[in-house]
């Protein structure tokens, strides 16, 4: 495999790169008002590791730490251009003020910018997202019509602004939980399907449909079933297009992914995890309905029983207690508090307990999680990457993952994961950290 990548053709990322986002809400409006003020010089990229993070080549002994920019073609922000789709009319000035995340002073910066993106009619169903009402919304028969009138909107976007590629990523509302079903099982089970509007297929599916349909790479921030259904897979695999999921990966879990793998390191046993959540934005509004809780639990819940693998420690992990909760609370809007306490114990089984309150700001941990994915993706694509692409499972709660592997979860590992995948990709030497070299001589 390796060989293969070594012999990569990457593209040059020339002219134009439109990001169009299904969903203009908190994240968007953050990560889009975020890259017009880092353009301006008026903000840095924190958190971002396309535009902060160095990457090690070769020996250690040899001090080569470029950029990761520097290593691999990426996009540069000054030609991104933003686009999408919202159940509300509201351009992104105006939905970025309502999503009360970033300051109006930084807004006004950049106000004009902001006022020029406006949505384009959505594909919405409040079946999928209860708690919503939609009024800007498109008017079709079945899901196939909608599959093309969004068609129809990829081509005219990327026409009217003169865009080389383009990339999809999913920051819209959490759907209802769904299961995989015979609908999605092929290509043609899926276009039948559409014909006949049948339930199993949910609005983010006609937008991951129409852009693997255009060649378009997709991303889904939200743990929907989406893009992680075989029949996507088929058709992602006939056009070339790369897809990535799901769930961003922002605050609790995040640190739940950096804590579990140390606490395994050390062989301590963990008897429950107890996590709960207070937010107060739409997002947590949305998730105030059971049915789309549902989806984002089945997603939070996921990350512990692989990293700890209590089926190879059983009896430090088998009997651990995990539970999840998000509480909506208004008050907080997009500032959540997310609480977690940890039973633990250590040598001869005596307990300890770890609390941890993160007092952390969704949208502005996702917002540069955004960037990188569109950067990413947009490289993925321009070096002939098609299917899954794991090496971003760095970003993603859920990462989606090839159906004989168990995802990887560990914070860490998706980092060497990824950072490797650089390398190779651009012809050097991946990293195995294991240093013998420089005693045995
Ligand atoms: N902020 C985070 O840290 C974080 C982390 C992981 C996942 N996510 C997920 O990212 C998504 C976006 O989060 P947010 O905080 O921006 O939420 P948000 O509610 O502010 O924005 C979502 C937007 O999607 C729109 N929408 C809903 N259904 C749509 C459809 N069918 N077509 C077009 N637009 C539609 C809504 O009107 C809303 O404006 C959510 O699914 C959330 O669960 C967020």
Redesign the pocket.
């Known amino acids: 495999m390796s060989d293969q990548l070594n012999n990569l053709k990457i593209n040059e990322p020339k002219g134009k790169l439109g990001v169009l986002m299904?969903?203009?809400?908190?994240?968007?409006?953050?990560f889009i008002a975020g890259v017009l003020a880092i353009r301006k010089g008026i903000a840095k990229p924190f958190g971002s590791l396309t535009q902060m993070q160095h990457i090690r080549l070769g020996r250690r002994d040899e001090n080569r730490n470029p950029l990761i920019k520097e290593l691999i073609p990426l996009a540069e922000l000054d030609d991104l251009y933003f686009g999408?789709?919202?159940?509300?009319e509201d351009n992104a000035y105006q939905?970025a003020l309502k999503?009360g995340v970033l300051e109006k002073g930084l807004l006004d910066q950049v106000k004009d910018e902001l006022e020029k993106i406006k949505?384009m009619k959505?594909?919405?169903?409040k079946k999928?997202?209860k708690k919503?009402d939609?009024t800007y919304v498109k008017k079709a028969a079945n899901w196939y019509e909608y599959y093309e009138m969004v068609r129809e909107d990829i081509r005219n976007f990327k026409k009217e602004n003169g865009l080389d590629r383009m990339v999809m990523i999913?920051?819209?509302?959490?759907?209802v939980f769904m299961k995989e079903s015979p609908v999605h099982a092929t290509k043609a089970s899926f276009e039948k399907a559409m014909k006949e509007n049948h339930p199993d297929i949910a609005?983010?599916m006609v937008?991951a449909w129409a852009a693997i349909a255009e060649g378009l790479p997709y991303a889904n921030?939200?743990?929907?079933l989406t893009a992680d259904i075989p029949a996507m897979l088929e058709f992602a695999k006939e056009m070339g297009v790369p897809l990535a999921g799901k769930?961003?990966?922002?605050?609790q879990t995040l640190m739940k992914t950096i804590v579990a793998p140390g606490l395994k390191a050390r062989m301590l046993g963990v008897e429950g995890w107890f996590s709960t959540n207070i937010l107060g934005?739409?997002?947590g509004?949305?998730?105030d309905d059971p049915e789309s809780f549902k989806t984002?639990e089945e997603s939070k819940l996921s990350v512990l029983d692989q990293i700890l693998q209590p089926n190879l420690y059983p009896e430090l992990y088998e009997n651990l207690y995990h539970k999840v909760r998000i509480n909506y609370y208004p008050p907080r809007r997009?500032n959540?508090e997310g609480w977690d306490n940890i039973d633990i114990f250590g040598w001869l089984g005596y307990p300890m307990q770890i609390k941890i309150d993160f007092l952390c700001r969704?949208?502005i941990?996702?917002a540069p999680i955004v960037l990188d994915l569109v950067l990413f993706m947009d490289l993925a694509k321009r070096s002939g990457f098609h299917g899954i692409q794991e090496w971003l499972s760095f970003y993603f709660?859920s990462p989606v993952h090839a159906p004989n592997v168990y995802p990887e979860h560990d914070l860490f590992i998706q980092l060497m994961k990824l950072k490797n995948t650089l390398r190779v990709m651009a012809g050097e030497k991946e990293i195995t950290h294991l240093g013998l070299e420089y005693y045995m001589k």
């Open positions: 299904p969903g203009m809400g908190a994240v968007s409006t953050t999408g789709w919202d159940i509300f939905a999503a949505p959505a594909v919405f169903n999928y997202v919503l939609g999913w920051t819209g509302s959490t759907e609005p983010s937008y921030g939200a743990p929907n769930d961003f990966k922002t605050g934005n739409r997002d509004e949305v998730l984002k997009d959540k969704d949208s941990l996702a709660k």
